[in-house]
Each structure stands twice: as structure tokens, then as C-alpha cells.
T-cell receptor, first 113, second 114 residues
């Protein structure tokens, strides 16, 4: 199994451009998450989903949008990129129980200039 | 609201020396505790977790952590570190009432000197 895959690995955007970060999991997990990781700040939850068609905001949702049309895919959309969105983005999935671990993708390193 | 504090942002140690990475949490309900490890340029991986039962939990690569409810701590230890343990370590907490989210600490970067 591939687990959680993310594309692209790296991307440079100009201010105001938009892009979609892709995330796919093949573990049939209902729960999926998007985090951003800034140096020394740990992980901040952007959005999460508890199943197809259901999404909810996390701690830092401004400037982002998500959709969940299938169990496998959970894309993250940046509509108007800003320098403050320069970060490493991680997608994760889990079974959703409080006892369960989250499985992380390898990350996307995004730079907005 | 739950929160996680990792007291050290960086911990440098010599190879084969012992190490302790500190983690404290706050929560008003029962919690489940995790340590994740992030090797350079990779995503996070689960290292070990405390769900219930014995307060001392171990990983397959020699790390252990002890849940201390009275001190609300979940410190990670290893008696003798190896160069390959160089990574960033994240403590995380999941509350018994919330299946949807876990809260991560800010991370501790462990650097091993030969």
C-alpha cells in the first residue's frame, strides 16, 4: 500500500496565484487532515474531514479551501497565495477513533514570493 | 481546552548518551498521548502511544515514555542514543471526547553529536 501520497513535493508561487495541493490515501480512512508546519511552531490544523462530503475548519483555515468528494482524496486549495502561506503542508489520515494514530504524507514545501 | 507544551525546542546530545525530551499537557478530560518522530525531509511517523493500562510504553527502537497523570507529563527517554535518532520529535494529545483532532506540541529537535 502507498499510504498517504501528496503532490507536488515542491512548488513556488507568485503572490496572488492559486494552486491545489493533492492528497490521496489508500487505507480507506474516513478522517483526513491538512496541517501546515512552520519552523519552531509545530503543526497547525488547517481543515479536516470526517468523511466524504463533510469538512470542517481547524485552527488556521483562512486563505484555504477544501473539498472531499471521495473517501480517498482530500485536496487543499489556495486561492490567492500570500507570503504568509509559505510553509510545509502535510496531509494525514486516520480511522478517526481517539486511540488511533494519524498517518502522514511526505509533505509539500510551498514558497510564495 | 487541551494544550501540549514541549519544554525544549532543541536538545543536543553526544552519541550513546541518555536523553529525555519533555512534554506536558493540559486537559480537563481523559487523554490519549502520542509521540511522533519526523526524520529530515519526511512526514511524521508514530513512535509510541499511551492509551490505557501500564503507564510505561515502549517503542521498537529503544525509546520509552511514561504517563504521569499527577504531573500531567509524558516525557520521552532513551538510555543511549544513536546518530540515526537525529530527528524532530512531537508530543501530541487526543482527548477522550474528541475523535476528530489531536493537538501537537511545537516539537523538539534532537541532534546527536558523534
Amino acid at each position: 500500500n502507498a499510504g498517504v501520497t501528496q503532490t507536488p513535493k515542491f512548488r513556488i508561487l507568485k503572490i496572488g496565484q492559486s494552486m491545489t495541493l493533492q492528497c490521496t490515501q489508500d487505507m480507506n480512512h474516513n478522517y483526513m487532515y491538512w496541517y501546515r508546519q512552520d519552523p519552531g511552531m509545530g503543526l497547525k490544523l488547517i481543515y479536516y474531514s470526517v468523511g466524504a462530503g463533510i469538512t470542517d475548519k481547524g485552527e488556521v483555515p483562512n486563505g484555504y479551501n477544501v473539498s472531499r468528494s471521495t473517501t480517498e482524496d482530500f485536496p487543499l486549495r489556495l486561492e490567492l497565495a500570500a507570503p504568509s502561506q509559505t510553509s510545509v503542508y502535510f496531509c494525514a489520515s486516520s480511522t478517526g477513533t481517539v486511540r488511533g494514530e494519524q498517518y502522514f504524507g511526505p509533505g509539500t514545501r510551498l514558497t510564495v514570493t | 481546552a487541551q494544550s501540549v507544551t514541549q519544554l525544549d525546542s532543541q536538545v543536543p546530545v553526544f552519541e550513546e548518551a541518555p536523553v529525555e525530551l519533555r512534554c506536558n499537557y493540559s486537559s480537563s478530560v481523559s487523554v490519549y498521548l502520542f509521540w511522533y518522530v519526523q526524520y529530515p525531509n519526511q512526514g511524521l511517523q508514530l513512535l509510541l502511544k499511551y492509551l490505557s493500562g501500564s503507564t510505561l510504553v515502549e517503542s521498537i527502537n529503544g525509546f520509552e515514555a511514561e504517563f504521569n497523570k499527577s504531573q500531567t507529563s509524558f516525557h520521552l527517554r532513551k538510555p543511549s542514543v544513536h546518530i540515526s535518532d537525529t530527528a524532530e520529535y512531537f508530543c501530541a494529545v487526543s482527548e477522550g471526547s474528541s475523535a476528530s483532532k489531536i493537538i501537537f506540541g511545537s516539537g523538539t529537535r534532537l541532534s546527536i553529536r558523534p
